[in-house]
């Protein structure tokens, strides 16, 4: 009996028997993120310095805004300056602080379970809430993509693709070539994502 299949490729296993050439192990790679040499502390965040920046946030918010309001119903001229003035410092001064304490204030703006629960913050970045406050951190390891030297990194949801995962990431090489889902235990699989981003005003 003559044989033409040819099997190639990593990760295949060829069993030769009685009826010709199998192919077996095609079993779906994968990696597995959540393990303490994957693990990457970026920051603790005190309890108090926290509370510090959400006091300074909302002060930056409130004293424009009471200034405003005051001249603006002429009570007490406070500041009597133009309105842009009060837009402009008003945004400086509020993308300053969010861009300065971005993680602060994601953390302002979502309910962090405790560890060893966690939640996606932004980018790469998780955090749990700890007893003395909060730790940011990652999780990142070695693209299992075919001959790629790159590393796998969470990131932010695609806004189209709908598969079921509890996390994405790319790899910093390959980019959305090397995307992987990941599952509520944190074990990456390469798939295939539809990153485009949604064009405003549509639903698909
Ligand atoms: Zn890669």
Known sequence: MEIKQTNQGK?????????G????GNVQRYVDLQVPESRHDLKQISSEFQ?????????????????????????????????WVYVGVFSVVFIAIVSVYFDNYKIFNSDVPDAPSFSHLHN???VSRTENGYVVFTYSCGCIYPNCQGVIKISE????????????AKCNVGGEQHSYGLDCNLV?????????VREPGKNS
């Open 51 to 83: 509370g510090k920046f959400i006091v300074g946030f909302v002060l930056s918010i409130a004293v424009p805004t009471l200034g405003l309001f005051a001249d603006l119903l002429a009570i007490h001229p406070v500041f009597d300056l133009p309105f």
């Open 11 to 19: 990760n295949q296993t060829v069993i030769n028997n009685e009826s």
């Open 124 to 126: 790469d970045r998780l």
């Open 188 to 196: 990456a699989y390469p798939v295939h994502i539809d990153w485009r």
């Open 157 to 168: 949801p695609p806004e189209r693709y709908n598969g079921n995962y509890h996390l994405f």
């Open 21 to 24: 050439v199998v192919n077996i």
